[in-house]
């Protein structure tokens, strides 16, 4: 395992590449460019292209001449297994320095990202190179004479734009399945995280896959963003990111090509705890977690707590004492219990959280204090506050920080009526001794995943998604294929 001087000693040989890398290669962008700071330390450590419309459309047109080249779309099976196989291969090799470009970027303990995203990423390039040759296309009964087949196709040109919190993961979960079906992707890192994908762009050109299977295209939002949203020549867009941004992206659509959309967007996930639970400090574990992993920036981060009020008093106890192994730290020392907040304006954003919940109702138990370390004032407390009205801003939004809001509730249909007050539906978590609460709970909760004892729950082999809100279509799992491929009948009559 590498200590604290072994990440600093890494992150000093960090190279960030800063350019849009476009059919195989680096090329120059327009003249705009943003800055890339470290949170943790407030370091600019690059200056951006911001790729620009016309980037876009120079991206679009590299990864469209490779699509309809077949250098790619219609290679065999093990060409494209074995390509993909060896890019997986390529990422494990390069873990540490990807790991430090994101922690460096965007502030998250460098140990996280090492241990669990590239692993995570890893593993899911290989799933899904693994998958290529296991799924049968059908054949549909039809009259004597007559063949009806029925066929998955690459649609095309698919276009990613991801958020900042999982870097490197989240264009796994996008390119993964786009790529092993034989599209060719145009992905745009988000402004705060472009490092790791620029380098993994580079990787998949050494690992065989022809150039202009994967274009990544650094930029704004509102810019680069825009236009590749708008852009009329790609075929499906693939969105993570906020449900403000995701609204946009229907709308690029419809007012553009009608490019199929789907979205994955964020999130106000509960955890419910019964007085039956198992084991309460188990339980306050899973809450802490749930809420304090990756500095609360996760989508379906579990950032409600519904508890019973028999054991609420102790429960929240048990999960404020849960707090001290979460203090923010240097995201490079893998002792520290937090990283960096992304940005100053994020860290701005989650206070305004946490000064409104101060002057409400509720009660603040641990935390709600800003920290300024190294130079940075990007860093939270992990924060708790109790006795959260259901209808403020804290039981209702999205804070994406390290903010945990709990409620009591008295009888289990106040606790489910109180799960699906909600605009969002990504996620739900319940801990109880019961089956058959557990059974009615995940029947009737409105999310995308409900995790019975335990706390969000994921792999790559079950899909990840929501309702409502938190927007449609599901990553991960053989079920992500189906957002990359459209369904083609062949009728021969013979
Ligand atoms: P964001 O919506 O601000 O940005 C996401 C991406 O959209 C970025 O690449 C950004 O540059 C781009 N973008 C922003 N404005 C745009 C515009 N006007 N037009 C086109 N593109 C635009 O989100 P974020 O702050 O990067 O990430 C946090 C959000 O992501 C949270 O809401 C979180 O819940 C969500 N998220 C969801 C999932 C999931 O699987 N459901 C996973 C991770 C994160």
New binding site residues.
């Given amino acids: 395992m590498r200590s604290h001087q072994d990440w600093v000693q890494e992150a000093a040989k960090a190279t960030l590449h800063t350019r849009p890398f476009i059919g195989g290669r680096f090329v120059e962008a327009g003249q705009a460019t943003f800055e890339n700071r470290n949170p943790a330390t407030g370091e600019l450590l690059s200056e951006v292209a911001d790729t620009g419309a016309a980037g876009v459309d120079a991206a679009v047109r590299a990864a469209r001449s490779t699509y309809d080249s077949g250098v790619w779309s219609r290679a065999g099976m093990r060409f494209r297994r074995e390509r993909m196989l060896r890019f997986a291969d390529l990422l494990a090799d390069h873990a540490a320095e990807l790991a430090v470009l994101d922690s460096l970027d965007m502030g998250k303990r460098v140990a996280d990202a090492h241990d669990l995203d590239l692993p995570f990423s890893v593993d899911l390039f290989r799933y899904y190179a693994e998958a290529i040759d296991k799924i049968n296309d059908e054949v549909a009964p039809t009259p004597p004479g007559t063949l009806g087949l029925i066929r998955r196709v690459p649609l095309g040109v698919v276009a990613a ?6 870097p490197v993961d ?1 264009l796994a979960w996008k390119v993964a399945p786009a790529m092993a079906v034989g599209n060719s992707v145009v992905l ?5 995280s472009p490092s790791s994908a620029l380098r993994i762009a580079e990787l998949a050109v050494e690992a065989g896959i022809p150039e202009g299977v994967l274009n990544v295209i650094p930029g ?3 810019t680069t ?2 236009a590749l ?1 708008l852009h009329p020549d790609v075929d499906v867009l693939a ?7 995701g609204r ?2 229907l709308q690029y659509a419809g007012q553009s090509n009608l490019k199929q959309v789907w979205l ?4 106000k996930s509960p955890h419910l705890v019964f007085a039956d639970a198992v084991d309460l400090a188990e339980t306050a574990k899973h809450t802490a977690a749930g809420i304090w992993f990756n500095q609360g920036a996760v ?1 379906s981060a579990h950032s409600r707590v519904l508890v019973e009020r028999s054991v609420h008093e102790e429960f929240v106890s048990l999960v404020a004492a849960e707090a001290a192994s979460y203090a923010p730290g240097d995201p490079l020392d893998p002792a520290a219990g937090m990283g960096a907040i992304v940005s100053p304006e994020q860290t701005d954003a989650i206070m305004r959280f946490v000064d409104e919940a101060r002057d409400s109702s509720a009660r603040l138990v641990t935390g709600g204090e800003r920290i300024t370390r190294d130079g940075s004032d990007s860093y939270v407390q992990p924060t708790v506050f109790d006795d959260v009205d259901p209808t403020s801003t804290l039981a209702r939004e ?1 804070v ?1 920080g390290p903010v945990l809001a709990i409620t009591p509730f008295d009888t289990e249909a106040e606790a489910l009526a109180l799960a699906n007050d909600s605009a969002y539906g ?1 996620a739900a978590s319940v801990a109880t001794g019961s089956l058959g609460r557990a059974h009615r709970l995940s029947e009737q909760i409105h999310a995308g995943t409900v995790t019975v004892n335990g706390v969000d729950a994921f792999s790559a082999w079950t899909p ?3 309702f409502k809100g ?2 449609f279509g599901r ?1 991960l799992s053989l079920h992500a294929l189906d957002k990359y491929v459209g369904l083609k009948t062949v009728w021969i009559n013979h």
């Fill in positions: 734009v991801i958020p900042w919190n999982y989240m745009k890192p988000a402004e705060q704004l939002g509102e963003g825009k949203g969105f993570t990111g906020s449900t403000e941004v946009y992206f994955e967007c964020g999130g989508c999205e994406f990504l990840f998604g929501g938190s927007g990553d």
